[in-house]
């Protein structure tokens, strides 16, 4: 006898509504959750209709329990499978994060590195929630001590996957404890009868809350994610990351600037745990590497509009500068690096930087007039006089000068 969609999907209904027990409801849950979301894919609308019912159904008896246990497992390779239907995955995701969380620590650890291979041609927002519920698991991994053991997470063939979980790595890095995204209301902004399209452009972006510094709005957002963590989660998330990063599980020329911008962190915790580390790499780091270089521009600097690009960049996308804390960790690694004195305009940028945000602390304008006498002795003095610098850099360039 041949039983229909619709009867096999009542039948469990029925199976859910007779579970007295937590334990009875999750064996139910654990058995029929996968198979039943599969049936979202049916062409029959009466059919996938029952499942919605039956979802909403499932969706107020675990929110109410947190100690049932979800299949993530199982979910996790439905979620991978490339003949999947998107409507399936985009409900199976769902209940990855609702169950990853409820797991033991043993179990997230094991199914960490599943995380990662998921992410692969997947959705970017979907993407941030599996990097969201990977972070805070990394605090508790065990990495092998020998180099011959094989290492939980093979990432030397997902080079997409690392630049993806390294970017979300390092705006976790910057993002200060206990910050509240406050979004203004939306105002309509008044226009007057020859500006009033302009303004009306305008009003967006006024409305748009200010990121931290280092940080676009984009990315608060992303690390904020649906369940913004608490400042000693936070913490534990970024002394994973700087475990991550010990265990070498990823390049370490792409991870040096992780542990510069962790280095300044105001807890104590992390910015130990960042700096000896730092500290240990510094005779095989290679300062005058460009991924290097390049990376703490792009971070110190944030997203500078150049005047022959226009503003390329949109407003939400847009980092800005690094706080001075974090300025006064970069600048003495530009320091070490002839190449940092070499790379125009980021070498000018740096300096005029200083000038107009009026920096007054002694020891960063200090760094900064030695990083711009290394600057004056690399470039020529042609290229100098075709700028108008403050006196403050024609000290600098009389000091190179009566030195050498």
Same mark, same amino acid.
């Given at each position: 006898?041949?039983?229909?969609?619709?009867?096999?999907?009542?039948r469990v209904f029925l199976r859910l509504g007779h579970a007295e027990t937590d334990d009875q409801l999750q064996d139910i849950i654990s058995k029929f959750?996968?198979?039943?979301?599969?049936?979202?894919?049916?062409?029959?609308?009466?059919?996938?209709?029952?499942?919605?019912?039956?979802?909403?159904?499932?969706?107020?008896?675990?929110?109410?329990?947190?100690?049932?246990?979800?299949?993530?497992? @199982?979910?996790?390779?439905?979620?991978?499978?490339?003949?999947?239907?998107?409507?399936?995955?985009?409900?199976?995701?769902?209940?990855?994060?609702?169950?990853?969380?409820?797991?033991?620590?043993?179990?997230?650890?094991?199914?960490?590195? @599943?995380?990662?291979?998921?992410?692969?041609?997947?959705?970017?927002?979907?993407?941030?929630?599996?990097?969201?519920?990977?972070?805070?698991?990394?605090?508790?991994?065990?990495?092998?001590?020998?180099?011959?053991?094989?290492?939980?997470?093979?990432?030397?063939?997902?080079?997409? @996957?690392?630049?993806?979980?390294?970017?979300?790595?390092?705006?976790?890095?910057?993002?200060?404890?206990?910050?509240?995204?406050?979004?203004?209301?939306?105002?309509?902004?008044?226009?007057?009868?020859?500006?009033?399209?302009?303004?009306?452009?305008?009003?967006?972006?006024?409305?748009?809350?200010?990121?931290?510094?280092?940080?676009?709005?984009?990315?608060?957002?992303?690390?904020?994610?649906?369940?913004?963590?608490?400042?000693?989660?936070?913490?534990?998330?970024?002394?994973?990351?700087?475990?991550?990063?010990?265990?070498?599980?990823?390049?370490?020329?792409?991870?040096?600037?992780?542990?510069?911008?962790?280095?300044?962190? @105001?807890?104590?915790?992390?910015?130990?745990?960042?700096?000896?580390?730092?500290?240990?790499?510094?005779?095989?780091?290679?300062?005058?590497?460009?991924?290097?270089?390049?990376?703490?521009?792009?971070?110190?600097?944030?997203?500078?509009?150049?005047?022959?690009?226009?503003?390329?960049?949109?407003?939400?996308?847009?980092?800005?500068?690094?706080?001075?804390?974090?300025?006064?960790?970069?600048?003495?690694?530009?320091?070490?690096?002839?190449?940092?004195?070499?790379?125009?305009?980021?070498?000018?940028?740096?300096?005029?930087?200083?000038?107009?945000?009026?920096?007054?602390?002694?020891?960063?304008?200090?760094?900064?007039?030695?990083?711009?006498?290394?600057?004056?002795?690399?470039?020529?003095?042609?290229?100098?006089?075709?700028?108008?610098?403050?006196?403050?850099?024609?000290?600098?360039?009389?000091?190179?000068?009566?030195?050498?």
């Amino acid at each position: 006898m041949i039983v229909s969609l619709s009867d096999q999907l009542e039948r469990v209904f029925l199976r859910l509504g007779h579970a007295e027990t937590d334990d009875q409801l999750q064996d139910i849950i654990s058995k029929f959750l996968p198979p039943v979301l599969l049936k979202l894919s049916s062409a029959q609308e009466g059919v996938r209709k029952k499942v919605m019912e039956l979802l909403v159904h499932v969706n107020k008896r675990i929110k109410s329990r947190p100690k049932i246990q979800l299949p993530v497992e @199982t979910l996790l390779v439905q979620y991978q499978d490339p003949a999947a239907a998107s409507f399936v995955t985009n409900f199976t995701i769902i209940y990855i994060k609702m169950g990853y969380p409820r797991l033991d620590v043993a179990k997230q650890c094991e199914l960490a590195p @599943t995380l990662l291979t998921a992410m692969e041609s997947k959705p970017e927002p979907q993407q941030d929630s599996l990097m969201h519920l990977l972070i805070p698991t990394l605090y508790h991994m065990k990495y092998p001590t020998e180099p011959s053991k094989a290492s939980p997470f093979v990432l030397t063939e997902k080079p997409k @996957t690392v630049h993806q979980l390294l970017e979300f790595m390092l705006d976790v890095l910057l993002m200060p404890y206990g910050f509240v995204l406050n979004e203004p209301p939306s105002r309509p902004a008044p226009s007057s009868p020859q500006g009033g399209a302009a303004a009306g452009a305008a009003a967006p972006a006024q409305n748009l809350p200010q990121p931290p510094p280092g940080m676009s709005l984009y990315a608060v957002k992303r690390v904020i994610g649906e369940v913004q963590w608490s400042p000693e989660q936070l913490e534990q998330c970024k002394l994973g990351i700087v475990k991550f990063i010990e265990a070498q599980q990823v390049p370490e020329v792409e991870t040096v600037v992780h542990l510069v911008v962790a280095s300044s962190d @105001t807890r104590h915790s992390v910015a130990t745990a960042a700096d000896l580390e730092l500290k240990s790499k510094q005779s095989i780091i290679d300062w005058n590497n460009p991924l290097i270089i390049n990376k703490m521009f792009k971070v110190y600097l944030g997203d500078i509009p150049l005047k022959t690009k226009g503003a390329s960049v949109k407003r939400e996308l847009k980092h800005e500068p690094v706080s001075t804390r974090v300025k006064m960790k970069i600048l003495p690694h530009l320091l070490r690096s002839r190449l940092a004195a070499e790379c125009f305009p980021a070498n000018i940028q740096v300096r005029t930087s200083h000038n107009h945000n009026h920096i007054t602390i002694r020891s960063i304008h200090y760094g900064y007039c030695c990083y711009f006498a290394v600057v004056v002795q690399v470039l020529e003095v042609k290229i100098l006089l075709l700028y108008n610098y403050c006196c403050y850099c024609y000290c600098c360039y009389l000091t190179v000068i009566v030195i050498v």
